[in-house]
């Protein structure tokens, strides 16, 4: 059995333990009404867009999410947050130190004893959602489970979703799709693009992401039979009747009819939380994976951090 399977099944508990930790750390996290910058890589980044995009919309203040690499570092925050799995990654490690004794940074990390942990202001640790596979699901969920926490957002209710999506049916076989384009409006943008990159990693997989409003200018095109459309969150009007004319299946937790519908019976409640929903994909991207004769505990041409010269 992949290490990843049982890491993705081991989220919900993940991010319980998260909800009782963010009080704790309260006071290395952004405040209200503080103008907030947040980074990361790959995966990392993807968790930072989703964080923005709900802290913003909570009226918490201006928050702006970022590449490591590509931070403005003229622009003035009021505090830097850093999320980073092995605390070694070259390009958060390099920014952690140029902003040394500027602005204030938190680095929220699985290694507690990395050298990101001695960079930065104050340091998150969550040893407990760390995991041995190259391709990142709990951490960086949990990282931004604990984020939300902080937010005020009901991590009991999340957890309860989490529960349904790691042992619901997948929505479609793997073995029968030559493509995948996901979506999102607003903070679910970062899920879609962190979906397809759960396919492009495990799988080597042909899989894009877009956001959903985005959808029909232009990438709609590349929609056919045996290609999918995923999109977490709301999605606009008319979007399903658009992807059913190209031949293309639709999986959406919030759309009935021919389509998805995950249902939380845990909670009592309907749909689940799209991040509950990234469960379904990361599963599906690893059961792409062993479908086509891959390890995705092996993923090619990766490392579990980049580290450069």
């Not at 070694?88 to 390099?94: I, P, Q, R, S």
């Not at 759960?198 to 956001?211: H, I, L």
């Not at 929609?223 to 606009?236: K, S, T």
């Not at 389509?259 to 599906?284: C, E, K, N, Y």
Request: charge should be negative; include cysteine.
């Amino acid at each position: 059995m992949a290490f990843v399977h049982d890491e993705i099944a081991s989220q919900p508990d993940c991010w319980r333990q998260a909800a009782l930790l963010a009080p704790t750390v309260a006071e290395h996290l952004p405040r209200p009404g503080q103008r907030v910058a947040v980074v990361g890589c790959g995966t990392s980044w993807f968790m930072a867009m989703a964080y923005a995009g709900l802290r913003e919309a909570a009226g918490h203040g201006e928050t702006d999410a970022f590449q490591a690499s590509e931070f403005p570092v003229g622009r003035r925050y009021d505090r830097l947050v850093a999320i980073t799995r092995s605390g070694t990654t070259t390009e958060v490690l390099d920014l952690l130190a140029a902003l040394r004794g500027q602005v204030p940074t938190t680095v929220v990390v699985g290694d507690p004893a990395s050298p990101a942990v001695a960079l930065a202001s104050a340091a998150v640790t969550m040893p407990f959602a760390d995991e041995r596979s190259v391709v990142q699901t709990r951490f960086a969920t949990t990282a931004l489970a604990l984020l939300r926490a902080h937010l005020g957002d009901n991590l009991g209710e999340l957890a309860a979703d989490a529960e349904v999506a790691a042992r619901a049916p997948l929505p479609i076989d793997p073995a029968g799709i030559e493509q995948v384009t996901f979506l999102g409006r607003g903070w679910t943008v970062g899920l879609a693009q962190e979906a397809a990159l759960k396919c492009r990693e495990a799988a080597g997989f042909w899989a894009e992401a877009y956001p959903a409003m985005d959808y029909r200018h232009g990438p709609i095109a590349i929609a056919a039979p045996r290609r999918l459309v995923w999109a977490f969150g709301e999605i606009p009007e008319g979007l399903a009747e658009a992807v059913a004319a190209t031949g293309a299946r639709l999986v959406h937790s919030r759309t009935h009819g021919c389509h998805t519908v995950l249902t939380s019976w845990a909670a009592g409640r309907t749909p689940v939380d799209p991040m509950a929903d990234l469960i379904l994909a990361q599963r599906f991207a690893v059961d792409l994976a062993t479908s086509r004769g891959l390890d995705p505990d092996a993923p090619r041409h990766l490392s579990r951090s980049v580290v450069l010269a």
